[in-house]
């Protein structure tokens, strides 16, 4: 990780959010708030962090850690991880780190969040930057009770559910490669951000609870509604070997406002052309 950025954290109630920072050397500098996708950690970005340093950029710069990833807190065993609930998470941080001038990066789960939230709060937020994903996930109305069962039984699942270890963190590490078909190099610093060692056991530090079905989603037209709503200059980078259906042309239609860019990679395609990431994020901030 590169050393300019610093471990921070900030109290939300009883809970403790983690991120890193790299401060500006001025109070008016832009703020570029980086919010990484689900089961990942603020270190999905850490390809990305040495090119900001080796461009000398004047920005304040903060990765987080979602509730319930990382080093930040978990939720009470009581309370589980609505969606809507990270928008709210994402809110609170940025009030309370004083964040002005935000454009917003997010990947996966963190660029939907991302959207929504500049979607609720265009004052806010000077530019949205998504990376493989754009619209909301959204489903048929008619499905809502099938998915609130769906949702209840993984939480009674996980109420059942032990604890298991992991053997060494060379079992971690392939574990996350197999999940991401990413190489060891790009997986590490992710890993090593999500591990703790217990005797000569390894465990993730990620709340088991992430991984419960959710209970709700939106519908379409909700779908399409936030995305309508977003008015800030906007910018969508998509990986040439990512999710399928975000290329599709019935779900790029309804973005015309986005600027929309590919890049060689999968899922992590910020870790796997970082270069290329960079560039397009540097060119949407700064024409703000």
């Not at 996930?137 to 939480?155: A, M, N, V």
């Not at 975000?246 to 790029?252: D, F, H, S, V």
Request: aromatic share 6%.
């Amino acid at each position: 990780m590169d050393s300019s950025f610093k471990e921070q954290s900030v109290k939300i109630d009883d809970r403790t959010v983690a991120y890193l920072e790299r401060p500006a050397s001025k109070t008016a500098a832009k703020t570029v708030v980086f919010v990484h996708g689900w089961m990942d950690n603020a270190a999905s970005f850490h390809a990305l962090f040495p090119l900001i340093e080796q461009h000398a950029l004047d920005w304040r710069v903060i990765a987080i850690d979602l509730p319930g990833h990382g080093h930040s807190s978990h939720k009470s065993e009581h309370h589980f991880y609505n969606f809507h609930d990270y928008v709210d998470d994402l809110h609170r941080i940025l009030v309370k780190l004083h964040a002005v001038d935000v454009c917003l990066v997010g990947h996966s789960l963190g660029a939907l969040i991302a959207s929504c939230y500049s979607a609720a709060f265009p004052e806010k937020v000077s530019c949205l930057v998504q990376i493989e994903a754009h619209i909301p996930l959204s489903e048929s109305p008619q499905l809502s009770p099938e998915r609130l069962r769906k949702g209840i039984e993984s939480r009674e699942r996980w109420r059942n559910k032990t604890t298991k270890s992991i053997p060494s963190k060379q079992d971690a590490i392939a574990m996350r490669e197999r999940a991401t078909k990413l190489p060891t190099e790009a997986v590490l610093p992710i890993v090593e951000r999500d591990l703790r060692q217990l005797g000569d056991k390894w465990v993730w530090r990620h709340d088991s609870k992430l991984k419960c079905e959710s209970v709700y989603r939106m519908s379409e037209p909700q779908a399409l509604a936030i995305m309508e709503a977003v008015t800030v200059p906007h910018l969508i980078i998509l990986g040439q070997r990512g999710y399928a259906y975000l290329q599709r042309p019935e779900c790029l239609q309804p973005l015309r406002s986005a600027q929309i860019e590919m890049v060689e990679g999968d899922h992590h395609c910020h870790l796997e052309s970082p270069e290329q990431v960079f560039e397009l994020i540097l060119g949407r901030v700064n024409k703000n």
